[in-house]
């Protein structure tokens, strides 16, 4: 079975790299000090100390593997240096949309589910904003039908 590609941006690939690097080097030691503490007050059947730094070790080393796995299945997303030239959204573009209902301006990056952080202006590729920017350009009026409730945007800029 092949294993699914998780789409990212290079700074998204970095950030996964250094949380793996301080799960690793820095919160496993962390977690070693805390099972060796537990273990020091003795008796471990009744021991809630150790309870919960096992759970932590079990959370640590799962968020490892998991960490691991996307990045050994990352599939780099060229961020859109070129919109001007390619004049369309696409995965990576920065695009500044106004919302027609409310009035309000949005600078969104399009980027891979995992680094999404909408408040942060991160929107993952799988929803339903992005799905239908894809492919349109500045000045195109695009009705977002996917949404719980249907709105419509305008495309004001692409970064």
Same mark, same amino acid.
């Given at each position: 079975?092949?294993?699914?590609?998780?789409?990212?941006?290079?700074?998204?690939?970095?950030?996964?790299?250094?949380? @793996?690097?301080? &799960?690793?080097?820095?919160?496993?030691?962390?977690?070693?000090?805390? &099972? @060796?503490?537990?273990?020091? @007050?003795?008796?471990?059947?009744?021991?809630?100390? *150790?309870?919960?730094?096992?759970?932590?070790?079990?959370?640590? +080393?799962?968020?490892?593997? /998991?960490?691991?796995?996307?990045?050994? #299945?990352?599939?780099?997303?060229?961020?859109?240096?070129?919109?001007?030239?390619?004049?369309?959204?696409?995965?990576?573009?920065?695009? $500044?949309?106004? /919302?027609?209902?409310? #009035?309000?301006?949005?600078? *969104?990056?399009? !980027?891979?589910?995992?680094?999404?952080? =909408?408040?942060?202006?991160?929107?993952? #590729?799988?929803? =339903?904003?992005?799905?239908? &920017?894809?492919? #349109?350009? !500045?000045?195109?009026?695009?009705?977002?039908?996917?949404? +719980?409730? =249907? *709105?419509? !945007?305008?495309? $004001?800029?692409?970064?």
């Amino acid at each position: 079975m092949a294993q699914e590609k998780f789409l990212v941006t290079q700074a998204g690939l970095d950030e996964l790299k250094r949380e @793996q690097d301080e &799960l690793i080097h820095v919160v496993r030691k962390e977690v070693i000090r805390e &099972l @060796q503490e537990a273990r020091a @007050q003795g008796d471990l059947s009744e021991n809630a100390d *150790y309870d919960a730094a096992r759970d932590h070790q079990a959370r640590v +080393e799962a968020r490892i593997r /998991d960490l691991e796995a996307m990045i050994a #299945n990352a599939e780099i997303i060229e961020e859109d240096k070129g919109a001007s030239s390619s004049k369309t959204v696409t995965l990576g573009s920065t695009v $500044t949309i106004l /919302d027609l209902s409310s #009035n309000e301006e949005e600078t *969104y990056t399009i !980027v891979g589910s995992i680094e999404a952080d =909408p408040l942060n202006g991160k929107l993952s #590729n799988i929803t =339903p904003l992005a799905v239908a &920017l894809m492919d #349109n350009k !500045v000045g195109d009026r695009i009705t977002v039908a996917e949404a +719980e409730v =249907p *709105y419509d !945007v305008k495309i $004001t800029a692409l970064h």
